[in-house]
């Protein structure tokens, strides 16, 4: 790991947390932890989850073709982390990998699209991703990196959008965006029921939570979710462009409260 680049994050985040956050009257928070976290340090709080104005979007045709399609985006791994450290990645990209190769191996098909990197990038800081990418070369596609409409472009013409991590306090204290992406995008999600992500995600309505550390579990579910029907998915898709739970108007009252406490 980079040493410099550890010191300077810790510094930023040590800045923001203990000194300048310290110095506000409210404080809004992306998570309950975070706001638990304030407000035994006295001070008003608001959790607001990352917002979206309302759109209507289209639910294209190729979202009901008869191959399931899957999409990753993002970085998860720094390019000086250590080989095979799966504790370094931000997105359990491996785990993503080696539960469609066993999916693969069982017969499935399907399309999987990694926006973000390369298979080389990876390779080189998770060997080991080697063996999974070479079984499903034929279902996966890596786009590298790519512009923000290449994103939304693939997102909306995908069945699920997938994201796996760990149980660590980042995880825990955040939210991620892409996930509130892929929902007001009108794609139900496969993600690691972590943080506060139940409170918005309803298990089979907008998506699938997936366990913590049960391996077999997680492939179950990606496995079951594979074999839904086209009506099955298209309910799934119009539940989650339904959803108000990522949508500015949602949080005008409780943030105008928030505001007259401070």
């Known amino acids: 790991k980079s040493i410099f680049f550890d010191t ?22 992306i998570s309950e932890y975070l706001s638990n976290y304030y407000q035994n340090k ?11 104005s309302k759109e209507t979007i289209d639910i294209y045709e190729p979202l009901l073709d008869d191959i399931p399609t899957f999409i990753y985006a993002g970085r998860p791994f720094r390019n000086d982390m250590k080989k095979d450290d799966s504790s370094s990645l931000k997105d359990r990209i491996d785990l993503v990998l080696n539960i469609f190769s066993d999916l693969k191996s069982k017969g499935y098909k399907f399309k999987l699209n990694i926006l973000g ?20 070369a034929s279902d996966l596609t890596f786009h590298g990196h790519v512009s923000n409409g290449t994103v939304v472009n ?4 995908s069945h699920f959008s997938i994201l796996l991590r760990d149980n660590k306090r980042d995880s825990i204290a955040g939210f991620p965006t892409k996930v509130a992406e892929s929902i ?23 998506g699938y939570l997936l366990p913590l ?15 839904l029907s086209k009506e099955d998915i298209l309910k799934l898709k119009v539940n989650c462009l339904n959803s108000e739970s990522f949508n500015v108007s949602s949080y005008e009252d409780v943030v105008s409260k928030f505001i007259s406490k401070i």
């Open 154 to 157: 693939l997102l909306k013409n």
């Open 117 to 136: 990197f390369s298979s080389e990038e990876l390779t080189q800081c998770m060997p080991c991703c080697s063996k999974w990418i070479n079984v499903i």
């Open 213 to 227: 550390t049960d391996y077999e579990a997680q492939l179950n579910v990606v496995e079951n979710a594979i074999k």
């Open 184 to 206: 007001y995008s009108g794609i139900p999600v496969l993600v690691t029921d972590l943080g506060d992500l139940s409170k918005y995600i309803e298990n089979g309505v907008h």
């Open 8 to 29: 300077i994050k810790f510094i930023d985040d040590y800045m923001q947390k203990v000194w300048f956050n310290a110095m506000a009257d409210g404080v809004i928070c």
């Open 42 to 52: 006295g001070k008003v709080t608001v959790v607001v989850p990352p917002l979206n």
